[in-house]
């Protein structure tokens, strides 16, 4: 096992220890190469190829599919190049990434404000690009102090860096009126045939408070929203 990347691999050296695996310093000497989910496509395992028996945790480029602008806006292109994508996406709230998208997400913004009016303005949901387990998200019915000034940067709620802002679902599918959300896993051995495995066990991850509508008295209440 190489575990060439410093950080977030201790997990791995110890299991691989456990297993009866030795650690080593090169690529080329290993079986199983574990480095981190920013790993570019120019890295040098994949300059000099993989040999035909070593695998690799990680896909070049996979986190163009794992950052939240960078999916949103994949599923945005596909959306306008194929139907079927189109109807997928039913489900899925109208997605701006920022700064990218401000002027959209402006324009979007002030038009659903004045079909509304000043007492049923839409309102969003801010979550960081590479944000996890719900920091630096927040929600906000202010498109304008949203922007900040044309970028999410002004505001003190919301981390330094991009960030989708999508239009908040005031009806979700609750259970026990909570909110939830299911996580599946799938390991992705192949992209080309594509192969892929999902587990059959998975997680359901439930929010703490029982589900309001979203006002400005609650929009805090992360622990309900999220």
Known sequence: ???????????????????GWQVVAKAEDADMIWEGPM????????????????????YPGVKVITQKCELSRILNRAQKLYPEVAEL???????????????????????????????NRPVYVVKPSGGCGGEGIFLSDDYESILGGGS????????????????????????DNLKFDMRLYVAVTSLEPLRFYVHREGLARLAVEPYELPTKANFRRLNMHL
């Open 1 to 19: 096992l190489d575990c060439s990347t410093k950080k977030d691999v201790a997990v791995a050296r110890e299991m691989a220890e456990k297993s």
């Open 39 to 58: 790993l570019k496509p120019d890295a040098g395992c994949y300059r000099s190829g993989l040999l035909p028996h070593q695998r690799m945790n990680y």
């Open 89 to 119: 996406q039913d489900g899925i709230p109208r997605t701006f990434s920022l700064p990218a998208e401000a002027s959209a997400f402006r324009a979007h913004a002030k038009e659903c404000a004045e079909k509304g009016g000043k007492n």
């Open 152 to 175: 999410i940067l002004g505001n003190s709620q919301c981390p330094k860096g991009p960030a989708v802002v999508q239009e908040y679902l005031s009806s979700p599918l609750l259970l």
